[in-house]
């Protein structure tokens, strides 16, 4: 089978391509044929054959420095071309879609739809959605202010413009609204077979809109199985990931600053950096990766996931356990999916430090509770590649 990979940025960056660049693997040692479509950039790890990729531009220098910027971000006609000439050269029997919106462009949808009606070729269409965008259009459903927003899920996306939604950004949102409102009456999801969810949280959000209803299927997110579990425990406890203000990392500095005998760690990359170094009692340990990064949640006594926002299926919170670490995570979004409450881990409400203090406390006091849901997490069972693979075959082969 040939399978097409497609999705914004082809190098390590974050969950998304952890997961694409794994499934990737995964299909290429079953015997599949992979390819990948997405942006040109020099620390692409992975491509085509063709070797087309959509230009790559810096949105973050803002919209105005580049006239085209606005029409590009909700339509790329050279997305189309280019993903088109893939289609033709490798032929693919399943284009499975990841991140692909204001950079890609659902237009890329339509170019696939366009290929099957050209060729009279059965080419399955599926999408994972990584985040909220097909019913949020700044795809976090929550507000400038990191308060939980439900606005836009009716499909009235006039909310996202009235309160800044993305980025607290009145242009940025403007461009969102009508992003959100072009493809919604463009109809071109409709021509997507499966819409893979990585929670049941979001399947339940994907649904309040019928267009997405008949499409949504649950598939947590894999992880390499365990080797071992038995790394001795250090003295720290741990965040890794995205370290900013709507992943909680200062609601659990606050944490840090009432608890100044006990050591926190962070790692990984993101706007509460300079905050972190600020706190005496926590150190800043950069972006780790490989086996320096699985030592480091090997070797914590516990890592905390303190999200505000509706979380997905982080995989912080998986590969925490799988690696034989109790996790303290928010009631967010997927999250309590994830977590064993009182077996592998505790439960605390999302932007509370006095409950996020008590259970880390408790958990850190509590050496035979820490031991026993220590010993737990090498019990816990996630999807593998393998397990996801037979899963994923069935979605691609019906």
């Not at 914004?8 to 997961?19: D, R, S």
């Not at 050209?118 to 507000?143: N, W």
Request: one cysteine or more; proline letters at 4%.
């Amino acid at each position: 089978m040939k399978i097409l990979l497609v999705n914004k940025f082809l190098y390590p960056k974050g969950g998304a391509e952890t997961y694409v660049f794994k499934l990737g693997e995964t299909l290429a040692g079953y015997g599949h044929s992979v390819e990948y479509f997405g942006l040109e950039n020099e620390k692409n790890i992975v491509g085509n054959r063709v070797c087309k990729y959509v230009s790559d531009m810096d949105f973050s220098e803002g919209i105005l420095k580049n006239l085209k910027a606005p029409f590009r971000i909700i339509y790329s006609s050279e997305a189309r071309k280019k993903i088109g000439k893939v289609l033709s050269d490798f032929m693919p029997d399943v284009v499975h879609l990841n991140n692909i919106q204001f950079h890609l462009t659902p237009s890329i949808i339509l170019e696939v739809e366009k290929y099957r009606r050209r060729t009279g070729r059965k080419v399955k269409l599926v999408y994972t959605a990584h985040d909220y965008q097909l019913i949020c259009p700044s795809h976090g459903l929550f507000d400038p202010d990191i308060r939980v927003c439900e606005r836009c899920l009716g499909g009235n996306y006039t909310h996202c413009f009235k309160t800044k939604c993305m980025k607290n950004s009145r242009a940025k949102s403007f461009l969102a609204m009508m992003d959100a409102y072009f493809w919604k009456w463009n109809k071109a999801y409709r021509y997507v077979d499966t819409i893979i969810c990585p929670s049941q949280f979001m399947k339940q959000k994907l649904d309040t809109q019928q267009r997405f209803a008949d499409k949504t299927v649950t598939l947590h997110n894999f992880i390499e199985a365990r080797s071992s579990t038995d790394t001795a425990k250090g003295n720290y406890v741990l965040e890794f990931g995205h370290l900013s203000r709507d992943k909680g990392t200062l609601t659990l500095l606050e944490v840090a600053k009432r608890m100044p005998n006990v050591r926190f760690l962070f790692a990984g990359y993101g706007a509460a950096v300079d905050a972190i170094e600020a706190v005496p009692n926590a150190e800043y340990v950069g972006f780790q990766t490989g086996n320096d990064l699985k030592e480091l949640i090997s070797r914590a006594l516990c890592t905390v996931y303190p999200s505000q926002w509706f979380e997905n299926c982080p995989f912080s919170v998986i590969e925490s356990q799988m690696y034989g670490t109790p996790v303290i995570g928010s009631r967010m979004g997927g999250i309590p999916e994830l977590i064993q409450d009182g077996a592998t881990g505790l439960m605390f409400e999302a932007g509370n430090v006095d409950d996020l203090e008590q259970k880390l406390r408790y958990l850190l006091e509590s050496p035979d509770v820490l031991d026993a849901y220590t010993k737990n997490c090498s019990n816990v069972s996630f999807e593998t590649p393998d397990t996801y693979y037979q899963k994923l075959i069935g979605i691609y082969g019906e």
